[in-house]
């Protein structure tokens, strides 16, 4: 496979395969409070 950004990103995608929605939504939230504690807003 040449396009290694590409397959990094489908075997990303693919790991949350099963993952409901209210907990990926959960864990979205959760980065994205700490990338801002980490970096500010």
């Given amino acids: 496979m040449l396009d290694l950004k590409g397959k990094a990103k489908w075997e990303a995608w ?3 395969k099963g993952l409901s ?3 990926a939504m959960s864990a ?3 980065k994205a ?3 801002i504690e ?3 807003l």
């Fill in 14 to 16: 693919n790991l949350k």
């Fill in 21 to 23: 929605k209210e907990d």
């Fill in 28 to 30: 979205y939230v959760s």
């Fill in 33 to 35: 409070h700490e990338l």
């Fill in 38 to 40: 980490k970096y500010g």
